[in-house]
């Protein structure tokens, strides 16, 4: 198991930890990090974003949650078969999420995408077996990179994701899976990572950086904590009207984002790029919502692995 006090300093200030019975206290701005549901909190926010962790993914609206769970299945759209699906992994009834999730993907992304998206995982993977050390997946949300890691190597991994309740989430999952012992999960921001300078041996992440916002804290973070990141990406291209939705553009445009990272000092690569066309994902006929919010209008996205040293 990776020895995770020997990689931690203060998100905050940088200072060491002190270790406590419920979590580490900074040995000189006094801040506490505490465990909480079984998973490290280092978020520096203020905001208490474990109050939705117990409310579910339908935040407590529990006759919305019915109409989606006493709907015979076969009666719910696609886009509703996979909001149910996500609402099970929250409920911890994972087989069930299992089966929906897969069907109700392949009927709400087009052929290719699904294709490209399989496709850039197993590269990804392929490329993160080679290296050795420390990994660290960033932004794991629902866990789907990890999940294949965790299934194709012998190795452990640290976690981070911004979310109190999909790191919950994933916390069960990793337990039904029989992986609880494999992954160290932490909660904190991309710009502020509770890791020592290169205390990292390799960054990991699909699609992760696309759901971040301020590029430049996050890919200067990355670079002080790791001497390697390996992320799989979907981008734009730099004229898709879908920009006009997005919050940064650094962060959804290829060769942005390539600059951006070498700004920060990285040496960076691009790798297996696939394009592949990318439909609207149908609304959902309960919730009056698509399940993604891009792409808006139909369109072709780059699904490619940027790996920086």
């Known amino acids: 198991m990776i020895e995770i006090e020997s990689l931690l300093q203060c998100p905050s200030c940088g200072s060491s930890l002190l270790r406590q019975e419920d979590g580490f206290m900074c040995s000189f701005c006094g801040k506490r990090f505490n465990k909480r549901m079984g998973v490290y909190d280092f978020l520096l926010s203020g905001r208490d974003q474990w109050e939705m962790v117990g409310k579910g993914f339908m935040n407590g609206q529990e006759e919305i949650e019915k109409r989606f769970f006493e709907t015979p299945e076969e009666q719910l759209s696609p886009a ?79 976690s981070a994701d911004i979310s109190p309740s999909s790191s919950f989430g994933l916390l069960q999952y990793l337990r039904y899976r029989g992986w609880g012992d494999r992954v160290y999960q932490i909660i904190a921001g991309g710009e502020k990572l509770p890791f020592k300078n290169d205390s990292l041996d390799l960054i990991v992440s699909a699609a992760g950086f696309q759901n971040m916002e301020n590029s430049r804290e996050v890919f200067t973070e990355s670079r002080r904590v790791s001497r390697k990141l390996i992320t799989l990406c979907i981008f734009f291209e730099e004229d898709d009207p879908n920009l006009a939705y997005v919050k940064e553009r650094n962060l959804h445009v290829s060769h942005l984002f390539v600059e951006g990272l070498e700004e920060a000092g990285w040496n960076v690569t691009v790798e297996n790029v696939i394009k592949a066309r990318a439909e609207p994902t149908p609304q959902s006929m309960i919730l009056g919502i698509r399940p993604d919010q891009l792409p808006v209008t139909a369109t072709t996205m780059n699904f490619e692995i940027i790996v920086a040293e």
């Open 80 to 158: 509703d078969q996979l909001i149910k699906a996500v609402a099970l992994w929250y409920r911890g009834e994972f087989d069930e999420f299992k089966r929906l999730m897969q069907s109700s993907r392949e009927a709400i992304y087009t052929e290719e995408y699904n294709r490209a998206m399989v496709q850039s995982v197993h590269h990804t993977v392929e490329l993160i077996k080679k290296e050795s050390g420390v990994v660290l997946d960033l932004a794991t949300g629902m866990g789907g990179l990890l999940e294949e890691l965790l299934t194709y190597t012998e190795r452990d991994y640290l």
